[in-house]
């Protein structure tokens, strides 16, 4: 089985990050063939300065491979250092309406915030469905925000196969059954990310232990008391019930039942002392990796030649069955 998903070279990776992506993909690399991108094409398509770029692009690698990614067991590669991802962007434009791209609910919440629109950033799902189908994908493990994204990639495949002839698997999207959409501590009706909504509830992967604790203390709740998940009328406390839930291994259920009766005070703490023990060996092994570039380099490298070498064949049925002369 073929495994593949890809995660952006921007901004510092947050605990949405671990429980969306990251830990699906150690989860998911036990399945199959796993390819790992650091999707470097699709960070320029916002606001970004070069010398970041180089940076983030070397501090994803190391988080992936902190967080338990296995270079021996999967292909962890850079977006950028593999040609086909771009060049199949292209050829599947073809097949890609206006209409579709226009009715992304990603592209029209970015396009309102910023001033300069891209026009990367209304083809993004584009490159993204090359991304997936030219390692004929079996699963993508992904968060829930890029449900709608994976449907075009479907719809993408079965359109080109329709047209050209069996080229691609349609693969299946994998999301988490707990903490698929992590939202912000202070601002719970908004998702965790680094570039939206109140900073002081964003968890970073990077945060040190007692910063961690004084997040989930603050943390926004309701006027309650009762540790029960209810996403409409107690959107907080369920916020921090599923991130219980992750960083614990267990159940809503379970962490209901838990603290039945316990009150919010004693539940927050406890939050974030699990988050706290589950990131303290990550971030270890985070900053080995980061003390040796050079190591990191090589193997995405690595990573590189091996994705180079599964992606090519799809390509090349892609050129000759639109009908492009090859040499």
Not at 34 to 55: K, Y
Not at 166 to 179: A, D, H, K, N, S
Not at 275 to 298: N, S
Request: glycine share 8%; aromatic share 8%.
């Amino acid at each position: 089985m073929r495994i593949f998903s890809g995660i952006r070279a921007s901004g510092d990776k947050t605990l949405g990050n671990y429980s969306g992506a990251f830990r699906q993909y150690v989860t998911t690399q036990e399945q199959g063939e796993g390819f790992f991108c650091i999707v470097d094409l699709h960070s320029i398509t916002t606001p970004f300065e070069p010398d970041v770029l180089r940076e983030s692009t070397i501090d994803v690698a190391a988080w992936l491979f902190a967080v338990g990614l296995d270079p021996d067991r999967s292909t962890v590669f850079a977006q950028s250092h593999v040609h086909a991802h771009a060049e199949a962007a292209w050829l599947l434009s073809a097949v890609t309406s206006f209409g579709e791209l226009r009715r992304m609910t990603q592209f029209k919440e970015r396009a309102e915030e910023q001033e300069f629109v891209s026009a990367g950033l209304f083809n993004y799902p584009v490159l993204m469905a090359g991304d997936i189908l030219l390692y004929q994908t079996d699963i993508v493990p992904i968060g829930d925000d890029q449900r709608q994204h994976l449907e075009l990639a479907r719809n993408i495949a079965e359109r080109f196969n329709g047209r050209f002839g069996q080229t691609f698997r349609v693969p299946e999207g994998v999301f988490p059954e707990e903490g698929a959409r992590i939202k912000n501590l202070q601002e719970p009706e908004r998702l965790m990310s680094t570039t939206r909504g109140a900073p002081q509830g964003v968890v970073r992967m990077s945060d040190p232990p007692d910063v961690v604790r004084k997040k989930f203390k603050t943390a926004v709740t309701d006027s309650g008391t009762d540790v029960r998940h209810d996403p409409e009328k107690k959107a907080g406390i369920s916020n921090l019930i599923e991130i219980m839930a992750v960083v614990s291994g267990t159940t809503i259920a379970d962490v209901e039942s838990r603290y039945d009766g316990q009150g919010y005070g004693q539940f927050k703490g406890d939050v974030g002392e699990a988050v706290v023990e589950l990131f303290t060996p990550i971030q270890k092994r985070y900053e080995e990796l980061r003390a040796d570039e050079g190591e990191l380099r090589r193997l995405l490298g690595i990573g590189a030649d091996k994705a180079r070498e599964a992606s090519a064949p799809t390509l090349d049925t892609m050129y000759e069955r639109m009908g492009f002369v090859r040499p």
